[in-house]
């Protein structure tokens, strides 16, 4: 199946073509792609896959995610806007480590939406959640953006620690992949 990722987001590129080996998966050339600004995660990842839709290739099947961290003592935040919570990378987790500082219950879970839609408009569409809680300091060198500090349900170590082998096994992605493709 053909399939084109509606994001610039190399490391997701890289992350569900593992998840997704039978697919044969690549970026949607475009300039720009839709701003996020939707109120759900769903609403996001679908508005990224109609934008390929309406640029893309015609034989191709359009492929939107969107996902985030929530964390119940910042209120849900920094939720669907995660990847504008701070420039990427270090900062974003240092942010995150300031805001939490002192707060004993750490909470937090991983949500990850994809939106499929097919040449001829079918729309599938696949969840993922990944529970657990945000470790005080960051630990690990594998995986992206908060898996530093985001230690799942049943473990001690972080994602990053845990490593992208776990990862592509357990994570909120690998979920929504699942879920997917259940759908279809």
């Not at 084109?4 to 720009?32: D, G, T, Y």
């Not at 974003?92 to 839609?117: K, N, T």
């Not at 909120?172 to 997917?180: I, K």
């Amino acid at each position: 199946m053909k399939v084109r990722l509606c994001s610039s987001n190399r490391n997701k590129l890289r992350e569900l073509s593992a998840l997704l080996p039978e697919w044969k998966l690549e970026q949607l050339e475009a300039n720009s792609y839709p701003p996020e600004t939707r109120e759900s995660y769903y609403e996001n990842a679908r508005g990224k896959a109609l934008y390929g839709r309406s640029v893309g290739p015609d034989d191709a099947w359009m492929l939107g995610e969107d996902s985030g961290l929530e964390v119940d003592a910042l209120g849900g935040a920094p939720g669907i806007r995660s990847a504008r919570y701070a420039p990427e990378g270090e900062e974003a987790v240092a942010r995150l480590l300031d805001e939490l500082r002192g707060v004993e219950h750490r909470d937090a879970r991983y949500v990850c939406e994809l939106v499929l839609i097919g040449p001829d408009g079918r729309e599938f569409r696949g969840t993922g959640v990944l529970r657990g809680r945000i470790a005080e300091e960051p630990r690990g060198s594998e995986g992206f953006g908060y898996d530093p500090v985001f230690v799942p349900e049943g473990e001690e170590r972080t994602v990053a620690q845990l490593g992208d082998e776990w990862k592509s096994r357990s994570s909120h992605r690998a979920r929504a992949a699942r879920a997917l493709l259940d759908a279809l």
